[in-house]
């Protein structure tokens, strides 16, 4: 019986771990920017700028060939133990267009 206990107690335990949302998956595309600063708080910083030509390296290269050339962006970066996370807000809207999160640690 008690060796039972000592193989059940792990996987419970790992699971329960497992479904805690992180960081990263709090955040939902099409948020508008007063929910995201009530769950999150203050911002690390944000910035503004036209959509620069070319490449850009890191999680953003999932979306970034979708997003206008000069296109006006508004990006929110908030930090954690866990890494960096990047909201983007695109041509001056409320609501978040994408997200990129980079696990601490993690180089591209």
């Not at 600063?37 to 036209?50: A, Q, R, S, T």
Request: charged letters at 20%.
């Amino acid at each position: 019986m008690g060796i039972r206990l000592y193989l059940i107690f792990p996987i419970i335990i790992s699971f329960s771990c497992a479904t805690q949302p992180n960081f990263f998956e709090k955040v939902k595309v099409g948020q508008n920017k007063q929910t995201i600063k009530e769950f999150f708080g203050e911002l690390v910083k944000i910035k503004k700028f036209p959509k620069p030509v070319g490449p850009i390296f890191g999680p953003e290269e999932e979306f970034w060939d979708q997003i206008q050339n000069g296109a006006p962006l508004e990006v929110w970066n908030y930090q954690s133990k866990e890494g960096n996370l990047n909201l983007y807000f695109l041509n001056g809207e409320e609501s978040l267009s994408y997200k990129a999160f980079a696990p601490r640690g993690v180089v591209y």
